[in-house]
């Protein structure tokens, strides 16, 4: 398990708790490949009837290691598949997956929580998927998912423009299922995480199946996104974008 990604099991809820604070709690490779660990356990655990995600007091997550992504633009090798392996296990999940937000919650930190069953937002939450500015193209499914959700006109804000959401527009979006203050943000998430765990299991998974429907189609989409994702990497604006996030401190300072 990587230092950065802690697990906990209680009271048939698995904790997944991203814990990289120091860097906005951007997700590496190793952090990728450890939350697919973390569901598959879930998966594969009787007892374990459900995951929570949650991040860190005032950040949930800055969506990927944006020095991973310049490396991967550098360089002639393919990136790691780590982070597909991720969005495979949260996309199929048959068990309920539950996210506890607090902060900032970007690119595949927003993305993730389209594939979420219940998710729980502090008022402080900001949610924002700047693909467009970096270069890139919408992942995880959210090209399929977000207009889904939320209509063209506000996926496109969101996935396109790059506009950022407040807690109360991502409930009015569809992706969040409760505003909650601050202070109560993990209690409450893992309530619910526990409550759900709690209800009778066959009863739940064949409700949640009929709820979700057929995933095959985000499975697929992703899937697409994620070639077009791996040639915008290696892209000149993305180069530039990401080679201007890395640089930012240097403006700052002078
Ligand atoms: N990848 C790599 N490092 C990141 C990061 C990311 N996605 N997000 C934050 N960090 C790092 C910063 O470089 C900084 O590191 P340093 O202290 O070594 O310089 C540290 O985390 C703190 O971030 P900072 O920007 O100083 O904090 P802030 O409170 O001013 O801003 C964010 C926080 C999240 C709004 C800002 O860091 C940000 O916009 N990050 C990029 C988000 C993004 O575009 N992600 C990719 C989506 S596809």
Redesign the pocket.
């Known amino acids: 398990m990587d230092e950065h990604v802690l697990t906990s099991a209680e009271r048939g809820v698995l904790t997944v708790r991203i814990n990289r604070p120091?860097?906005?709690n951007?997700l590496t490779a190793a952090m990728y490949a450890a939350l697919a660990n973390a569901l598959d356990k879930a998966a594969a655990h009787k007892d374990i009837r459900v995951t929570l995600i949650l991040g860190v007091p005032g950040t949930f997550c800055?969506?990927?290691?944006?020095?991973d992504f310049l490396q991967v633009s550098m360089s002639n090798a393919p990136g790691s598949n780590a982070v597909f392996d991720f969005l495979e296990r949260i996309i199929m999940a048959a068990k309920p997956v539950v996210a506890g937000v607090d902060g900032?919650a970007?690119?595949?930190g927003t993305t993730m929580l389209m594939h979420c069953d219940h998710v729980v937002a502090s008022e402080a939450s900001v949610f924002r998927?700047?693909?467009v500015d970096?270069g890139?193209v919408p992942e995880a499914g959210s090209s399929l998912l977000g207009p889904r959700l939320m209509g063209h006109h506000r996926a496109f804000a969101l996935l396109a423009m790059g506009e950022p959401l407040s807690a109360a527009e991502a409930l009015a979006a569809g992706f969040v299922s409760h505003v909650v203050p601050v202070a109560e943000l993990e209690e409450r998430a893992r309530a619910a995480a526990q409550a759900i765990a709690a209800k009778p299991p066959e009863a739940l998974e064949i409700s949640r199946r009929l709820i979700r429907g057929d995933r095959t189609d985000v499975l697929h989409r992703m899937r697409e996104e994620a070639t077009l994702f791996a040639e915008r990497l290696k892209s000149e604006e993305a180069r530039a974008a990401f080679m201007a996030?890395m640089n930012r401190?240097a403006g700052k300072a002078s």
């Open positions: 120091e860097k906005k951007a800055a969506g990927n290691d944006i020095a900032v970007i690119g595949v998927t700047p693909f970096l890139i996030f401190g």
